[in-house]
């Protein structure tokens, strides 16, 4: 079974300019998460699907941060305009609704600098 | 609120035993466990529920203690392999898993031959 696919898995950006990042789920999962987790520190929820509805966005800087998961597969996470505060790895996460336990699994992540 | 992990860092020989621990202000629905190697992703461990007190698979092990709203991660015979940094994630919501996992600031793990 294929995992949780990244891309790219290197972004170097200066301040103020903006940048995506692309989350392909592991098959059949429903459930995508998004998190940042910056250097030193642990990984922290922005933002929480379930198809391809928002569960919980309540930690997502909305003002510079968006993200969409179209058609409840893939997914895009945007920042715009970066800020140097942002430099941090961006783990994709998925699980399944059929597990009980709700294992989430990770990517490998997408570590972001901002100069 | 963040869990708190404990120790922030422990240094073993090969063969040595480890706890790590995490405890949380809120009462919790679950306690996840994660390792993660330097520039990986994290990969899950256990879970352990509401109403489960111990699970483990081979040398690690892991213990929930409802009440106290903590959990504790055993590594027994440590191996290089268990090298990383561990992280508890608890989910706080409710009476069921909601997925919004708060994660601990982590404990790092470096085992030596």
């Known amino acids: 079974e294929a995992g949780v696919a990244q891309s790219p898995r290197y972004k170097i950006i200066e301040k103020r300019q903006s940048v995506a990042f692309w989350c392909n789920p592991i098959?059949?999962?429903?459930?995508l998460y998004w998190y940042q987790q910056i250097l030193g520190q642990g990984p922290k929820l922005l933002i929480q699907f379930q198809n391809n509805g928002v569960v919980d966005d309540s930690q997502l800087p909305k003002d510079r941060f968006s993200a969409e998961r179209l058609k409840g597969v893939d997914s895009t996470l945007k920042i715009q305009p970066a800020k140097l505060e942002d430099s941090a790895v961006y783990l994709c996460?998925?699980?399944?609704?059929?597990?009980?336990?709700?294992?989430?699994?990770f990517g490998p992540g997408t570590r972001l600098t901002v100069l | 609120q963040q869990p708190v992990q404990s120790p922030q860092a422990v240094i073993l020989r090969e063969g040595e035993d480890a706890v790590i621990n995490c405890s949380s202000s809120k009462a919790l629905y679950s306690v996840h466990w994660y390792r993660q190697k330097h520039g990986e992703a994290p990969v899950f461990l256990m879970i352990l529920l509401k109403g489960g007190e111990q699970k483990g698979h081979d040398k690690i092990s892991a213990s929930f203690n409802e009440k106290k709203q903590q959990s504790s991660l055993y590594l027994t015979a440590s191996q290089l392999s268990y090298s990383g940094t561990y992280f508890c994630?608890?989910?706080?919501?409710?009476?069921?898993?909601?997925?919004?996992?708060?994660f601990g600031q982590g404990t790092t793990l470096q085992v030596k031959p």
């Open positions: 098959s059949g999962h429903a459930t």
């Open positions: 996460a998925s699980s399944s609704i059929r597990d009980a336990e709700d294992t989430q699994y």
């Open positions: 994630g608890t989910d706080s919501m409710g009476s069921s898993n909601t997925g919004k996992l708060i």
